[in-house]
């Protein structure tokens, strides 16, 4: 008898049953599993694995988009051009300066208010959440604009109000000491998204640990760093992690700000701004692809140094460590 089949001996020929291979049921959830993921593999393939292949490719041609067919297979001649390029050293510094200054605030700024507006004595949380997170849903660009209008020197709301209390009115968007922290005010319009996710780890922290605090005499600064922090610290550590890609990406905001100008004294001529220049105002585009790359292994180097030391700072209820 087949190694599939079982019968009973003397048993009729029609009850005899067939027993399914074990790794059938596997194959066929596996099989359906590709059939419905078949729309995001076939997404990725077309929207961003080959364009990457097609980029990382571009990077040894020297390749117009004005003339195409003049493309040249020149090697690592891009590279080369790259390690002597002072312009692309101006803007590593340039976003470096501004990730010191935004990247602080991008964390701290959101887990103030989430601490603020999970407290039990605090009246109208629900109002207060939404009024902070209403500005996320703004399109950026019309918010640039907004802040544009505020921060401007002679007619804006934030230099009236200065005024008013007799402080020093600075020149935000024209100066090259203010412009960093008029940049990293405008983002902290868009903290909603991360102050949510802080208002949701900080709900899940077990009530027992702060009536345990309490009970020891803690106060709430104690309870906060002791407790809320190290119990939330997976949620800050992915904060970290998406803001410090975003800032090696900063684009929107001084290319919209200074008209892609690099204004003042190339002050906002961030790594993402010169490459946008380098592709679609001087047509370079295997120059370009060479920029690109580069951001690409910073940023995953970065982010590698951050996950190297999250073991020493970010604690998971349920890990051994």
Do not use: C
Request: glycine share 6%; no cysteine.
């Amino acid at each position: 008898m087949n190694a599939d089949t079982e019968a009973a001996p003397g048993a009729p020929a029609s009850r005899v049953k067939v027993r399914r291979r074990p790794h059938t049921r596997s194959s066929y959830d596996r099989r359906w599993g590709l059939i419905f993921l078949s729309p995001w593999l076939i997404g990725f393939v077309l929207w961003y694995l080959l364009p990457m292949v097609a980029s990382l490719a571009f990077s040894f041609f020297r390749f117009n988009l004005i003339r195409p067919e003049d493309a040249r297979f020149i090697g690592l001649t891009n590279y080369a051009r790259l390690l002597n390029d002072s312009a692309v050293v101006h803007s590593l510094l340039v976003t470096l300066k501004y990730a010191l200054v935004a990247l602080p605030l991008a964390v701290a700024v959101p887990l103030a208010f989430a601490w603020l507006l999970t407290a039990k004595s605090l009246w109208g949380k629900s109002f207060f959440r939404t009024l902070f997170y209403l500005p996320t849903i703004v399109p950026f660009v019309s918010a640039v604009f907004i802040w544009n209008g505020y921060m401007n020197t002679q007619t804006g709301w934030l230099n009236r109000m200065l005024g008013a209390a007799r402080v020093p009115q600075p020149d935000w968007l024209n100066s090259t000491t203010w412009i960093y922290g008029a940049l990293a005010l405008i983002g902290l319009w868009g903290v909603g998204n991360a102050m949510l996710l802080f208002i949701a780890g900080m709900q899940g922290v077990p009530t027992e640990l702060y009536e345990a605090a309490e009970v020891d005499g803690a106060n709430s600064w104690h309870k906060f760093s002791k407790i809320t922090v190290p119990m939330i610290s997976p949620i800050i550590f992915y904060n970290v992690v998406l803001a410090l890609i975003a800032l090696f990406q900063y684009f929107l905001v001084p290319y919209v700000l200074k008209n892609g100008t690099g204004d003042p004294a190339n002050s906002t001529l961030f790594y993402s701004m010169y490459f946008f220049k380098t592709v679609f105002t001087f047509n370079d585009m295997g120059y370009g692809a060479t920029l690109a790359w580069v951001l690409f292994v910073i940023i995953m180097l970065v982010t590698g140094v951050v996950f190297r030391t999250a073991r020493h700072w970010v604690h998971y209820e349920y890990q051994e460590r």
